[in-house]
């Protein structure tokens, strides 16, 4: 019963002895801290750099050309805004040289609200990296996902952005990760001795990996339908996905029936299933947690009215964060500054009780 | 297009090149090779003024160096070879490494023949992975990151490959090469990288002297413990020897090397600042072509035929790119992906 985090740190190094990847490395992403959400803790080739966001995703796109895999950490994707052009050059290598080049590279980035993270450990990423071609752009919501996407991005010829929900990095998954240990509190014990580095001095210590890890991998721009349902679909990713999740649960005894579909990849994004999704129920809410002005949720919105407008019952809406600088620290703030699941739940209803 | 070399070169008295540094043979092969960049810069100016692109960029005035600089880059595709992060400068490197001058004509024209960027980028934004050669940004600086990830795989690599990144003097100002200064001399992790500044003192229409209090940019690689020097880049002999010296250093001690090259600026930053010659910079070329001549390596004549040679060869290699297609609108969505391609797909 690994937790998200594990489940990244097993899929690391299940890249690094498989799959060629060479350097895992950011701030304080080698030891004796392995990252500060401990999803590198324990990788061979995992190595700290300098505090220097800029450099890291330069030494990145630097390694992919030359043809070294690596997995780059940006700490907080709050601190990411500064490499807004290195991005955009690593979304062009290929592009500008006119299918010369090849970039095979991953950025990995805490994203999101909900661990009371104050004004700049609470950032969303996915508006502004959606705004970016060329990268492909990922954001698990369980571990299972978290496992089989962080495995496709490995094995992509191209960019990668793998946002990490840090709300959800402790949750625990309902799903067997292949090879992980019974998904019994014991087993979870066991993973745990196994693989979590002890408190105190680290120095001697060494991981022992499950054995039975594969190459268990979630394509890339393939959703998941989570709840089934006939009147409206929801379509959401990241933290905010469990609770449109609990949403339906909830308004289902209310005889909501609400379709929730964990996009898992935003781009390329999975418009078949969400269309098909649509064209069932004729009315749609997407929510994110990002700010919502240009949000990426409004490009799904402007895409389902120009494609699937006469199939639609109801306005679709769009529940994203609130439109101000950051996410304040005070519970209050918080939680009116981004989806929870009174807002999530009211905005089911809405949506759905919406004369055509 | 082939080297173009005078047949009567061969009938030089043996005296000749006595009084300088480096061989006849590589002095001869240096500046038919700065002629030939020379010409290729001037008739892309040409080309732009005749409104056959869009814009120029590039680095007449920087063959003194550019030029060494290419005959010692150890060229090829993967690790075992140098990787080179350049700037918009580098037409002599990229044209001494072998590259077709018809080929950065094709980019000014941005021709769908263009093979560096299928008409996609400025001229003389250089990419060509046959040869290592990243591609060109005009993002000013940014290649002092990219270097720094080919430097650790270099690092790791081993052999005698080396990263090696150019840029200018107005850039240095930006974080990025202060990061690559940094990431390059980390202890016990140094990076085997050519760290170059060809230093024109211009940011644009900006005077170097007015933004910059530093007495030179090697001050900054002497604060992180890299070795380091200052070259006058108008200089041939004194570019190539330096250049050797660094890059044999970076191939064997695998540590970096930080170059300071003080170049001139001869046509001004860009089309953007009207690129018309300015007479009051040295021109490296005129003062090669008089060592040569007192030397008698070479007479005016000869070096007068060579360029002619070249003008006339660039001539018609012009007339021929003006003939070939744009590329079509169709392929915009082209190589957004590496094997896949579309809209949204």
Known sequence: MATLVQAIRMALHYGETHLGVKDIFGEDVGPPLGGVFTATQGLKTSWNSPLDERGIIGAAIGLGLSGSRCVAEIQFCDYIYNTIDMLKLGGMQCWSSNGDWSLPMTVMTPVGSGIRGSIYHSHSFDATMTHIPGWKIVMPSNPLDAYGLMIACLKDPNPTMYLKPKALMRVRGQEQIPGEPPLTPEGEKQLKEMIDAPLGDRSQWKPKWPEGLVDYTVELGVGKTVREGDQITVVSYGRTLPICAQAADLLREEGISAEVIDLRTLWPYDWNLISESIRKTGRVLFVNEDTEVTNFGEHLIRRTVEELFYHLEARPRLLAGAFVPGVGLADPLEMASTPQLASITEAIREVSAERA | ?345
């Open chain 2, 1 to 345: 297009m082939k080297e173009i070399v005078n047949e009567g070169l061969r009938l030089r008295p043996k005296s000749a090149g006595a009084k300088l540094r480096l061989e006849p043979e590589l002095l001869i092969k240096i500046h038919n090779n700065m002629v030939k960049a020379r010409v290729l810069e001037e008739r892309l100016i040409r080309m732009y003024k005749q409104s056959d692109g869009y814009f120029w960029i590039g680095g007449p005035g920087e063959e003194a160096f550019n030029i060494p600089l290419g005959l010692l880059v150890k060229k090829g595709q993967g690790l075992d070879y140098d990787f080179l992060h350049l700037h918009y400068r580098s037409a002599g490197i990229m044209s001494t490494l072998g590259m077709e001058p018809i080929d950065a004509l094709r980019q000014m024209k941005n021709t769908a023949t263009d093979p560096f960027s299928g008409g996609r980028n400025f001229s003389n934004h250089f990419s060509k992975r046959a040869w290592n050669v990243a591609p060109v940004a005009s993002t000013i600086e940014t290649q002092y990151l990219i270097a720094i990830g080919s430097g650790i795989a270099h690092k790791r690599h081993g052999g005698s490959g080396i990263t090696i990144v150019n840029g200018g003097d107005a850039g240095t100002a930006e974080g990025d090469f202060a990061s690559c200064l940094i990431w390059s001399s980390r202890p016990g992790n140094e990076l085997p990288m050519l760290i170059i500044v060809t230093n024109n003192q211009w940011g644009i229409s900006t005077a170097a002297s007015t933004q910059h209090g530093e007495k030179s940019i090697t001050d900054r690689a002497k604060a992180f413990g890299i070795k380091n020097a200052i070259v006058n880049g108008n200089d041939v002999e004194e570019s190539y020897l330096a250049l050797q010296e660094a890059m044999n250093y970076i191939r064997k001690e695998r540590k970096p090397f930080f170059i300071e090259s003080r170049v001139s600026r001869l046509y001004g930053h860009s089309s953007a600042t009207g690129c018309n010659l300015i007479t009051e910079e040295e021109d490296s070329l005129v003062t090669f072509e008089a060592k040569l001549e007192a030397a008698q390596i070479l007479t005016r004549k000869e070096m007068d035929q060579i360029r002619e040679n070249y003008n006339a060869e660039m001539l018609e290699v012009s007339q021929k790119v003006k003939q070939e297609p744009l590329p079509d609108g169709s392929t915009i969505y082209d190589h957004v992906y590496t094997g896949q391609k579309g809209k949204y797909w």
